[in-house]
């Protein structure tokens, strides 16, 4: 039984949406890997937002607090203090102190996501290529046998 390429097209859209999800979150990242600074500046980071995040900015203090990786450069007590001044509802004296915790008192925040390529990212790169590629050839396909040249249907020129 000979298959439909709109059959076909489907099938490997399919395929294809499931294993890029697959891929996708087999290569995410673990939930230990971030270290105290890291964790410090992105609770910053949600104090500084238009609206402010204290839940989330609080999450990261507490994250920071209890991280592995803790670099000589941050000051976990001044991350503590900023704590307890965030839980008082001082936001100001909080980004004030997780600020001085990092080091970056004055400094420009800068990019506070980053986005890392993997080999899953490849692998749903060229899974959506393989994709486009597909739908090409299929809508190609399904026009070439709609339009005939006027020699093969009998008509005449003119």
Do not use: C, N, W
């Not at 890997?33 to 999450?59: G, I, N, W």
């Amino acid at each position: 039984m000979p298959r439909s390429p709109r059959r076909l097209t489907t099938l490997a859209l399919v395929l294809a949406m499931f294993l890029s999800a697959t891929a996708g979150l087999a290569h995410g990242g673990e939930e230990g890997e971030v270290d105290a600074l890291d964790l410090a500046t992105q609770a910053v980071a949600f104090l500084r937002a238009e609206p402010p995040d204290p839940t989330s900015a609080a999450d990261r203090i507490e994250d920071a607090l209890m991280a592995e990786a803790a670099p000589d450069d941050v000051d976990l007590r001044l991350v503590e203090a900023a704590g307890i001044a965030l839980e008082r509802g001082a936001e100001g004296e909080a980004i004030q102190l997780l600020e001085r915790a990092a080091g970056i008192e004055g400094e420009p925040l800068g990019p506070v996501v980053t986005v890392t390529i993997t080999p899953g990212t490849y692998v749903v790169l060229v899974v959506a290529a393989l994709l486009v590629g597909l739908g090409a050839f299929g809508l190609g396909a399904r026009r070439g046998r709609r339009v005939q040249p006027a020699a093969a249907t009998g008509a005449a020129h003119g």
